[in-house]
């Protein structure tokens, strides 16, 4: 009748497989540092934005003994439009104070894409989202910015192969020894992060967490790790996800 704002809050409780995720992956992070990767394969429809959400949280939230974050952003790269926008809500919903995400390609500024990126990486922005087709700036930014390499970030990439990459970020194809802005437009990120191996190895300060329903090999060539640590892989000894929801499972759940 006064006419006041009120605004109602509810609490998620993540289901089973939603936070074994989450917690076997922060273990895993706290105990090996910066620069590993992690494939999670969950069945569509399981939730994979909240878990998304959680672990760029999670993340940045995570401390090293001596205080200092242990990753100074978290860049999220999704492919959908609409997910674009539910994931960012999705993050914003957990964390409510300003200047926590920052979403490149939603940003009402002047600046290039590649400049906009290159200054949130710089003002260590803790959560930014960007697409498929900016991803290469974020990539470009990391391996050639002098003053990021002391810097530790975290890559949640969603459903990281679903989609082409657009990019003419020269730098990034200097690095991968690519010929044409044609050849790095063709390649999809995992493709991309697979080429980078190749050529001179994933950035030491960065982990990667894949997120994806039906992984093509590509992407457990570069995100899977050994069914056995201890052996090299090989037929008997495949990459393997890091943590699995299949399809079967989920549908015997409901």
């Given amino acids: 009748a006064e006419g006041r704002v009120h605004y109602k809050e509810s609490l998620i409780f993540p289901r089973f497989h939603q936070f074994e995720a989450v917690t076997r992956m922060m273990d895993a992070v706290r105990e090996e540092g910066p620069g590993h990767q992690y494939l999670i394969q969950h069945s569509a429809g399981s939730g994979k934005t909240y878990i998304i959400a959680w672990t760029a949280h999670e993340l940045i939230c995570m401390r090293k003994p001596e205080?200092?974050?242990?990753?100074?952003?978290?860049?999220?790269?999704?492919?959908?439009?609409?997910?674009?926008?539910?994931?960012?809500?999705?993050?914003?919903?957990?964390?409510?104070?300003?200047?926590?995400?920052?979403?490149?390609?939603?940003?009402?500024s002047s600046l290039p894409k590649s400049q906009q990126l290159a200054k949130a990486l710089l003002d260590g922005t803790p959560i930014i989202v960007v697409t498929l087709q900016t991803f290469p700036y974020a990539l470009e930014a990391i391996l050639t910015e002098k003053s990021l390499r002391n810097k530790n970030f975290g890559v949640i990439m969603d459903e990281a192969h679903n989609s082409q990459t657009g990019s003419t970020a020269g730098k990034l194809r200097q690095a991968l020894a690519l010929d044409s802005s044609e050849e790095l437009a063709s390649l999809t990120p995992d493709e991309l992060l697979e080429k980078l191996q190749s050529v001179r190895g994933l950035p030491k300060n960065v982990s990667h967490f894949a997120f994806t329903a039906t992984p093509k090999h590509a992407t457990l060539t570069v995100f899977g790790r050994p069914l056995d640590p201890r052996k090299p892989v090989s037929k008997e000894n495949p990459q393997v996800p890091f943590h699995l929801y299949a399809m079967q499972q989920a549908i015997e759940e409901g």
């Avoid at 809500?89 to 009402?108: K, L, M, P, W």
Wanted: charged share 25%; glycine share 4%.
């Fill in 67 to 108: 205080g200092e974050p242990s990753f100074d952003s978290v860049i999220v790269v999704t492919d959908r439009t609409v997910l674009d926008a539910q994931l960012q809500e999705a993050i914003r919903q957990i964390e409510h104070q300003q200047g926590v995400v920052s979403a490149i390609d939603r940003e009402s």
